[in-house]
C-alpha cells in the first residue's frame, strides 16, 4: 500500500469505479426495462371528450374514443401496458356501474382490446368511483361491510375479464376478496388470468389528485377503516403474506415513494413479484416542483423511478411512464 503525498493510507478507493461512464453502466446495481412500467388511464363516459385533470397536470380523462390515440402513443413509446380506471356517468348507493354489464370500464375493455389486441389491459377493481358515497364498498350502520362488498368485488373482476381483461386488480382492501375474486375467475374458466393485490395499500393523503379525477373522495369520514395506518411495518407482511396465499400473482405497494422501505421488506417477504405504485399525489408534487423551478423534472423522475426498483419493485405502475421509458432510450436510466 502507499502512502500518498497526503500522508493517506487508504485500501478502499470506491471511486474507482466511478471513473467513467462505461464502467459506472457496467457495475450498476439496479437494472430497469420499459416493459415492467404500467401506465394508469382514465376512461370517461361520453364521446370526444379529453379533459385534463386539474390537480394532475398532462393527465386527463378520456372518453373512449379519445384513448385510442393516446394508446397508440403510449405504444410507440414501448409502454405496453395500461391498468384503467372507471368515471361512470351515474353513481348509486351499491355502486352498480362497477358490475355492469354495458359499464364504462365493461365497454372500454371491449372497444381497446378489438383496437390493440396486443396491449395488456389491467383493470382497477373497485366501487369506490362508482358508490354515490365515494367509499370503497357497501355501507352498513355507517361502516363499509366487508363480506357484502367482496361478493361485489368479485362480480366486478369477472364482469371485467368476460369484456377481455387480461388482469385485474383489486384496489379496496377488503378482506378475503383475493380468496373470492380468484373462486369466481375459477369457476367460470378464467384460471389463468391473473390478479394483482393492492396487498399493502395505506390510508394515505397521496390518493388526493386521483380522487378528484375520479371524483372518488368519500363524502363523510375517511378510509381508515380499510386502508392500512401509515405508521405500521408489520402489517404489510401479514397482509401480503394473506393475499399471496389467497392466490394473488402480484403483490402491490402503494404509495410507492414514500414506502421503500416498505417495497423492501415486502419484496424479501413474499415470493412473488411486487409492485409499486407511484400515486397521484406523488406525480402532482414533481409537477409542483418542477413548476416553481426548486428541482428538475427529469431528475426527479428518474430518482423515483430507480429508487422503486432499487427497493425490490419489478413492477412499476407510475403516471410518469411514458417519459421513463423515454429517459430509459436516452440512457440516461436503465
Ligand atoms: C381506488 C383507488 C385509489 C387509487 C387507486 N385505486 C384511490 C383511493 O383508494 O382512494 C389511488 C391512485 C392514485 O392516487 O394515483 N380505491
Not at 371485467?160 to 374458466?189: C, F, K, N, W, Y
Amino acid at each position: 500500500m502507499m502512502m500518498t503525498e497526503q500522508g493517506m493510507m487508504l485500501t478502499e478507493r470506491a471511486r474507482r469505479l466511478r471513473q467513467n461512464p462505461v464502467l459506472r453502466k457496467m457495475v450498476r446495481e439496479t437494472r430497469m426495462d420499459k416493459s415492467s412500467l404500467i401506465y394508469p388511464l382514465f376512461i370517461r363516459e361520453g364521446t370526444a371528450v379529453r379533459e385534463e385533470i386539474a390537480s394532475m397536470e398532462g393527465q386527463y380523462r378520456y372518453s373512449i374514443d379519445q384513448s385510442f390515440s393516446k394508446i397508440e402513443k403510449l405504444l410507440n413509446a414501448g409502454i405496453s401496458s395500461v391498468m384503467l380506471f372507471g368515471i361512470p356517468g351515474q353513481k348509486d348507493e351499491f355502486g352498480s356501474g362497477a358490475y355492469a354489464e354495458d359499464g364504462i370500464i365493461q365497454r372500454a375493455v371491449r372497444e381497446i382490446k378489438q383496437r390493440f389486441p396486443a396491449l395488456y389491459l389491467i383493470t382497477d377493481v373497485c366501487l369506490c368511483e362508482y358508490t354515490s358515497h365515494g367509499h370503497c364498498g357497501l355501507l352498513k350502520d355507517g361502516d363499509v361491510d366487508n363480506d357484502s362488498t367482496v361478493a361485489l368485488l368479485a362480480k366486478t373482476a369477472l364482469s371485467h375479464v368476460q369484456a377481455g381483461a387480461d388482469m385485474v386488480a383489486p384496489s379496496d382492501m377488503m378482506d378475503g376478496r383475493i380468496r373470492a375474486i380468484r373462486q369466481e375467475l375459477d369457476q367460470s374458466g378464467f384460471e389463468t388470468v391473473p390478479v394483482m393485490s393492492y396487498a399493502v395499500k395505506y390510508a394515505s393523503s397521496f390518493y388526493a389528485p386521483f380522487r378528484d379525477a375520479a371524483g372518488s373522495a368519500p363524502s363523510f369520514g375517511d378510509r381508515k377503516s380499510y386502508q392500512m395506518d401509515f405508521h405500521n411495518r408489520r402489517e404489510a407482511q401479514k397482509e401480503a403474506l394473506t393475499d399471496v396465499r389467497e392466490g394473488a400473482d402480484i403483490i402491490m405497494v402503494k404509495p410507492a415513494m414514500t414506502y421503500l422501505d416498505i417495497v423492501r421488506e415486502v419484496s424479501d417477504a413474499v415470493n412473488v413479484p411486487v409492485a409499486a405504485y407511484s400515486v397521484s399525489g406523488e406525480y402532482a408534487m414533481v409537477k409542483a416542483g418542477a413548476k416553481c423551478g426548486c428541482v428538475d423534472e427529469k431528475k426527479m423522475i428518474s430518482e423515483m423511478a430507480v429508487s422503486v426498483y432499487r427497493a425490490g419493485a419489478s413492477v412499476y405502475i407510475t403516471y410518469f411512464a411514458p417519459e421513463i421509458a423515454a429517459l430509459m432510450d436516452g440512457g440516461v436510466i436503465g
